[in-house]
Antibody, heavy 128, light 110 residues
Framework: QVTLKESGPVLVKPTETLTLTCTVS??????????VSWIRQPPGKALEWLAH???????SYSTSLKNRLTISKDTSKGQVVLTMTNMDPVDTATYYC????????????????????WGQGTLVTVSS | QSALTQPRSVSGSPGQSVTISCTGT?????????VSWYQQHPGKAPKLMIY???KRPSGVPDRFSGSKSANTASLTISGLQAEDEADYYC??????????FGTGTKVTVL
């Protein structure tokens, strides 16, 4: 059974750095071409993709936020970590982690381009 | 990466069909056959409903279907049911393993 669970602070102050952890089970972060993304959703607003990390440690970031984001993983712990610097009240949101599976094709294993399992999300409020 | 454009809301009576559009550019929706759709009930995490434009994951009713033409993708819900009332988001691959979501559409079952 695949599960993802986000954890981290409920409240951060402006200018602080946010660190969130996604703990996965039911699959391994070392599985070929498997990956995990972070996605956020401000209250009452739309989803926004933030960052992705593959099993081989390749990473990708949102163009608009890349200067503030760092994604990393600890495969042995089954954890993916997102840090976001210089937090602002507009960063108040529910932060989700989601899996992008690997699919087996004739030419080999490739990453899918959709999110098949999501965590429950964690609400982070930025306020002094 | 600008958000994909969706109508703010659509509505229909039980049994009717509704279609949600998702408009992007040639750099995202139009450039790849990698559009997915997610259903989100209040206070819940999104759920994958359609991937690769028109494929349905196991367990998703065949009332849900997807299509794409040029820079616009669409999600159609046929035989609308009360439990379909939710927010729906499209998502497109945008190259270099980046993604862009839509603005979201609230579906109301009258």
């Amino acid at each position: 059974q695949v599960t993802l669970k986000e954890s981290g602070p409920v409240l951060v102050k402006p200018t602080e750095t946010l660190t969130l952890t996604c703990t996965v089970s039911g699959f391994s972060l070392s599985d070929a071409r498997m990956g995990v993304s972070w996605i956020r959703q401000p209250p009452g607003k739309a989803l926004e993709w933030l960052a992705h990390i593959f099993s081989n440690d390749e990473k990708s970031y949102s163009t608009s936020l890349k200067n503030r984001l760092t994604i990393s993983k600890d495969t042995s712990k089954g954890q993916v970590v997102l840090t976001m610097t210089n937090m602002d009240p507009v960063d108040t949101a529910t932060y989700y982690c989601a899996r992008i599976p690997a699919i087996t094709m004739v030419r080999g294993i490739i990453p899918a381009t959709y999110f098949d399992y999501w965590g429950q999300g964690t609400l982070v409020t930025v306020s002094s | 990466q600008s958000a994909l454009t969706q109508p703010r809301s659509v509505s229909g009576s039980p049994g009717q069909s509704v279609t949600i559009s998702c408009t992007g550019t040639s750099s995202d929706v139009g450039g790849y056959n990698y559009v997915s759709w997610y259903q989100q009930h209040p206070g819940k995490a999104p759920k994958l409903m359609i991937y690769d434009v028109s494929k349905r994951p196991s367990g998703v009713p065949d009332r849900f279907s997807g299509s794409k033409s040029a820079n616009t993708a669409s999600l159609t819900i046929s035989g609308l049911q009360a439990e379909d009332e939710a927010d729906y988001y499209c998502c497109s691959y945008a190259g270099s393993f980046t993604f862009v979501f839509g603005t979201g559409t609230k579906v109301t079952v009258l």
